[in-house]
Nanobody, 115 residues
Framework: QVQLVESGGGLVQPGGSLRLSCAASGFTFSNYAMSWHRQAPGKQRELVASTNTRGDSFTYADSVRGRFTISRDNVKNTVSLEMSSLEPEDTAVYYC????????WGQGTQVTVSS
């Protein structure tokens, strides 16, 4: 059974930091590119960051470049998103996604940036 389980979301003040993690199981993790997406209320889901199967190539949305860092561990089957200098506009549900022969989504974790 394929599972992607996100964790690490929560409430943080503007300028703060959070680290999101996504634990994968039920498929060959190292064969899948991984990405983080987010969806704010009333908005479409958007790509935040992605990494290739080896974890040595990365893409970032312009809005988060320089503030967010994606990384993966192909031994632990996890992908993480380190977020710093958080802004209220970063408030959203964050989802991890696996893309390969098929694609899979996690259930999401809420990030709220507010004072």
């Amino acid at each position: 059974q394929v599972q992607l389980v996100e964790s690490g979301g929560g409430l943080v003040q503007p300028g703060g930091s959070l680290r999101l993690s996504c634990a994968a199981s039920g498929f060959t993790f190292s064969n899948y590119a991984m990405s983080w997406h987010r969806q704010a209320p009333g908005k479409q889901r958007e790509l935040v960051a992605s990494t290739n199967t080896r974890g040595d190539s990365f893409t970032y949305a312009d809005s988060v470049r320089g503030r967010f860092t994606i990384s993966r561990d192909n031994v632990k089957n996890t992908v993480s998103l380190e977020m710093s200098s958080l802004e209220p506009e970063d408030t959203a549900v964050y989802y991890c996604k696996a893309v390969g022969l098929q694609f899979y989504w996690g259930q999401g974790t809420q990030v709220t940036v507010s004072s």
